[in-house]
């Protein structure tokens, strides 16, 4: 810790003779300005004789800079400390210590050089322990390891919280206040990447993990962290994003692989661990279960005896291409099983579906999809389309033109539709 005035003054054994000498000392600065306060940062302990004479405000002046105390040398220009300035220090609560003349003022300069000094090594031996520390925990114990560590070593709590704000691992849970409000500021400040703010008493440090802000790292202490505490807190933010781009790595690895082994299966051929019997099921999100699923053409695919998804009929590992086909099609038409699907039990020869569309494009397919879903009415089908109904009737015509055949057969029609719900 700094050394306060108190300290300083049982060290050179200088007599306090009014105000508050509790707080640290940051530098000493010596001066006989009338008014030296536009020159001062704050937290010096100012040095004077006194040889000019000193206003009535010169004290106030002080204070408003940041002044921690006042020493006031005797022997020279004043035997004793005047009784104005012991007051005027009193009813401000500046402390006040008397200066001998044995005491050089550059003893006191040295002394407080000294022990700031000495904090500042005591800071960088305490910063390089932690991060040791952290990187220690990082290697043995991961993510969870280094969100523990550092709250030991600020002595709070401390959480990590995923992109969304959901806390991930958390060191003192129960003590983490409510951050939904400050982490909601910091996402739309645009490019900030930490804030620091007070709630519930405690003081809290948000900092934003990676350039891709994979995370949040909160920290908080009862104490304002001082600059030895954000460099440890820096330190296990770095390990942290470290940590999940690593993570991220991982998982793509881990995406490719499954997609690897779906496309084995549409192949027919064998993954292991598999039940017997399966359904293909379609779903927006990948699952938290423990079930098989991949990506695949841009859908989430899960391979499972019973899941919430657009379903196909039950099949075996042979049978995974065509449960990826009826899932797909029970998706394109709104209903949670294939087996619900009209048509679904009608198996259509092998290359029937591929013959029969080969002539059309993609935006006559899918013309033609709507128009039979809507029995073959023309305004309908051409809002859902978006479209003119003069522009349906041409697209039709177009169709017919293409396969050498009339839409006015039923049959046509029937084959159509099952031919374009096949794909």
Excluded: C
Excluded at 225 to 250: C, F, G, M, P, R
């Amino acid at each position: 810790m700094p050394i306060t005035l108190q300290e300083l003054a049982r060290q050179l054994r200088l007599p306090v003779l009014a105000g508050d000498v509790s707080k640290p000392v940051g530098w000493v600065h010596g001066t006989e300005l009338a008014d030296p306060a536009p020159f001062l940062e704050g937290g010096e302990l100012l040095l004077t004789t006194g040889l000019r004479p000193l206003s009535d405000d010169y004290v106030e002046r002080l204070v408003r800079a940041g002044v921690v105390g006042l020493g006031f040398g005797t022997g020279l220009g004043h035997d004793v400390v005047p009784d104005a300035l012991v007051r005027a220090a009193g009813e401000a609560g500046l402390g006040l210590v008397e200066v001998p003349r044995e005491v050089p003022f550059i003893a006191i300069s040295k002394a407080v050089s000294k022990a700031v000094a000495a904090d500042e090594y005591a800071a960088l031996t305490r910063t390089s322990e932690a991060q040791r520390a952290l990187t220690r925990a990082a290697v043995r114990a991961g993510v969870a390891g280094v969100v523990r560590r550092l709250g030991q070593w600020i002595d709070g709590w401390v959480v990590l919280l995923d992109a969304t704000g959901q806390p991930v691992h958390a060191h003192n849970p129960r003590l983490v206040p409510d951050l939904a409000a400050e982490l909601a500021r910091l996402k739309t400040a645009g490019g900030l990447a930490s804030a620091s703010f007070e709630v519930s008493s405690t003081h809290v440090f948000l900092q934003v993990l990676g350039s891709r802000a994979r995370g949040v790292l909160a920290v908080g202490a009862q104490d304002p962290l001082d600059a030895a505490d954000l460099s440890i807190v820096n330190t296990a933010a770095s390990l942290l994003a470290l940590a999940l781009v690593q993570n991220d790595s991982v998982d793509a690895a881990r995406r490719e692989l499954r997609t690897g082994q779906f496309r084995l299966l549409l192949a027919g051929l064998p993954v292991d661990g598999l039940p017997a019997r399966f359904r293909v099921y379609l779903v927006d999100e990948p699952p938290e279960q423990d079930v098989f699923w991949a990506e695949y053409d841009g859908r989430i695919v899960v391979l499972a005896e019973d899941f919430d998804g657009f379903a196909s009929s039950e099949v075996d590992i042979t049978g995974v291409a065509r449960g990826y086909r009826e899932a797909r099609q029970a998706r394109q038409a709104g209903i949670r099983r294939f087996e619900d699907f009209a048509g679904s039990a009608i198996m259509l020869p092998d290359g029937f579906a591929d013959a029969l569309l080969r002539p059309l494009d993609d935006e006559t397919r899918e013309t033609l999809k709507v128009w039979l879903s809507h029995h073959g009415a023309w305004d309908p089908a051409a809002t859902a389309l978006g479209v003119h109904r003069h522009t349906l009737r041409n697209r039709v015509r177009k169709a017919e033109q293409a396969l050498g055949r009339s839409l006015d057969s039923p049959g046509l029609r029937a084959e159509l539709w099952l031919a374009l719900a096949a794909t």
